[in-house]
């Protein structure tokens, strides 16, 4: 096998990228696009001027089956089948306030958003990967479902560390049948979000370096010294995609800079 020039190698794939409008998903989605991928992607909100080549962006929230439905039908319109299928959707908004402030409703939006959201999209596009016996999926996880901050995402940690059990059974089920899956757990990545954050705490912390420290020392520090940026776990997804990666199943593949502090 040559890996002398992969600047192509997603020609004449098809992917579905979830929430490809910002952070980690909009990096996965011009990375695949930017090496021949066409790519489906879809966001709550349709920025107006969203406009990268080989990329479809529909409208459609994955944390409601109707949302799966659109993003199903989209997959069968403009991608006539599916190569590639990676659930980035993710996120917390849950209060603070410690296990007792959470209530049946966060429970179940958490869950939703960050397990039942890609479990819903496998269950309706792998029949599609079957039939050709050839597909991957990756789950964007977190690190937090091994380092769990209870302080406001409990849930969130807890609903990562079911989709990170749920893409382990998944790969063992799928890999006979030619289908790989696995997990990519990010540590602190350095999105807009974040970076509108850092921009928040900077007010009360003095200055934009304070504030990023003040948040890395919240994780117990970053040994790197830094957040990882979002190319950097496009990178990633875009290996994980590959054939480069051939006979790797079952993984889950830690971007963290160290963050976790063990094996
Ligand atoms: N950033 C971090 O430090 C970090 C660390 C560990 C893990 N992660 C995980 O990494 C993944 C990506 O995070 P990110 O920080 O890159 O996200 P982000 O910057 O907040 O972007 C989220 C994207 O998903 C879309 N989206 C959100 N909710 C959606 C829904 N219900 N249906 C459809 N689209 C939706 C957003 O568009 P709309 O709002 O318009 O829908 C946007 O395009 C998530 O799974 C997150 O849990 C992030």
């Given at each position: 096998m040559s890996y002398a020039s992969y600047e192509n190698e997603f020609q004449g794939k098809r992917a579905l990228v979830t929430g490809g409008t910002q952070g980690m998903g909009l990096a996965i989605v011009k990375r695949l696009a930017g090496a021949g991928a066409t790519v489906l992607t879809s966001a709550?909100?349709?920025?107006p001027n969203y406009n990268i080549p080989n990329v479809h962006l529909v409208q459609a929230d994955v944390t409601k089956p109707e949302g799966t439905a659109t993003l199903v039908e989209a997959v069968k319109e403009k991608l006539g089948g599916i190569d590639i299928l990676i659930n980035?959707?993710?996120?917390?908004?849950?209060?603070?306030?410690?296990?007792?402030?959470?209530?049946?409703?966060?429970?179940?939006?958490?869950?939703?958003m960050?397990?039942?959201?890609?479990?819903?999209?496998?269950?309706?596009?792998?029949?599609f990967m079957v039939e050709y016996r050839k597909g991957v999926i990756i789950h964007v996880s977190s690190i937090q479902r091994s380092l769990p901050l209870y302080e406001s995402t409990l849930a969130y940690a807890a609903a990562k560390a079911a989709l990170t059990t749920y893409s382990k059974g998944l790969s063992n089920e799928f890999a006979p049948k030619g289908i790989r899956v696995n997990t990519i757990a990010p540590g602190f990545i350095q999105?807009?979000?974040?970076?509108?954050?850092?921009?928040?705490?900077?007010?009360?912390?003095?200055?934009?370096?304070?504030?990023?420290?003040?948040l890395m020392d919240s994780l117990g520090g970053i040994p790197y010294g830094r957040p990882g940026l979002p190319e950097e776990v496009a990178?990633?997804?875009?290996?994980?995609?590959?054939?480069?990666?051939?006979?790797?199943?079952?993984?889950?593949?830690?971007?963290?800079?160290?963050?976790?502090?063990?094996?």
């Open positions: 709550r909100n349709i920025p980035t959707v993710g996120g917390s908004s849950a209060p603070s306030g410690g296990a007792l402030a959470l209530t049946e409703d966060h429970w179940l939006e958490e869950l939703n960050n397990l039942l959201g890609s479990v819903r999209l496998d269950r309706n596009l792998l029949p999105t807009e979000a974040a970076n509108r954050l850092i921009d928040r705490l900077a007010t009360t912390a003095g200055s934009h370096e304070a504030a990023l420290e003040q990178e990633l997804a875009a290996f994980l995609a590959s054939d480069r990666s051939a006979s790797i199943n079952g993984s889950e593949y830690v971007i963290d800079g160290g963050t976790i502090p063990t094996v």
